[in-house]
């Protein structure tokens, strides 16, 4: 199972909106609604910021959103806070029944 | 409050086995699916495996297939990772994760602080 694809790093300044890709195939990302991401800053382990697509867990604040077209999805933070600067990975079910992760987005807040 | 606290790892010589365990609190323990996720030294997050909340299954991603094998025991609220023939890249931190469901589908959910895994001679 092939990694899914992000962007290595996107950054933005405090108050404005970013948006992270995550690009599967039709095994994955395309065929399911079961896309999560995780929030990792530096050292700590990571942690479930949006689950099945568009899901929030509980004490996750709403300038985090998700979204997906076809085999890419999408997360999108708004207001930008210097608290938001970390790593970022999405995952997705897969056909063979197992889990695949993204590559990883380093996200800084200039 | 969810609590997952791995322990086993180490440094171990290639060819080598370990086996990881995670001992969890704070949540129903035997109607949760359970994972394992791993991540090298400055790398991305890798899956390695999942367990339903019965054991009656299990998957793996195929890096570790046939090599590993994942267990749990819902009377101890333990997840356990027996590992084999270890190769320098199974060197990383493996996370004990719990689902936010009981079957493989539910998403991983909740990760405890992981156990270094060192392969080298």
């Known amino acids: 199972q092939s990694a899914l694809t992000q962007p290595p790093s996107v950054s933005g300044s405090p108050g404005q909106s970013v948006t992270i890709s995550c690009t599967g195939t039709s095994s994955d990302v395309g065929i399911y609604d079961r896309v999560s991401w995780y929030q990792q800053p530096p050292g700590t382990a990571p942690k479930l910021v949006i689950y099945?697509?568009?899901t929030r867990p509980s004490g996750v604040p709403d300038r985090f959103s998700g979204s997906k077209s076809g085999n890419t999805a999408s997360l999108t933070i708004s207001g930008l806070q210097a608290e938001d600067e970390a790593d970022y990975y999405c995952?997705?079910?897969?056909?063979?029944?197992?889990?695949?992760f993204g590559g990883g987005t380093k996200l800084t807040v200039l | 409050e969810v609590q997952l606290v791995e322990s086993g790892g180490g440094l171990v010589q290639p060819g080598g086995s370990l086996r990881l365990s995670c001992s969890a609190s704070g949540f129903s323990f035997s109607i949760f699916a359970m994972h394992w996720v791993r991540q090298a030294p400055g790398k991305g997050l890798e899956y390695v495996s999942t367990?339903?909340?019965?054991?009656?299954?299990?998957y793996y991603a195929d890096s570790v297939k046939g090599r590993f094998t994942i267990s749990r025991d819902n009377s101890k609220n333990t997840l356990d990772l027996q590992m084999s023939s270890l190769r320098a890249d199974d060197t990383a931190v493996y996370y004990c994760?719990?689902?936010?469901?009981?079957?493989?589908?539910?998403?991983?959910?909740?990760w405890g602080q992981g156990t270094l895994v060192t392969v080298s001679s």
């Open positions: 099945e697509v568009t």
């Open positions: 367990i339903t909340s019965l054991g009656d299954s299990t």
């Open positions: 995952s997705s079910y897969t056909t063979s029944n197992t889990w695949v």
């Open positions: 994760v719990k689902g936010l469901g009981g079957m493989v589908v539910s998403a991983i959910a909740d």
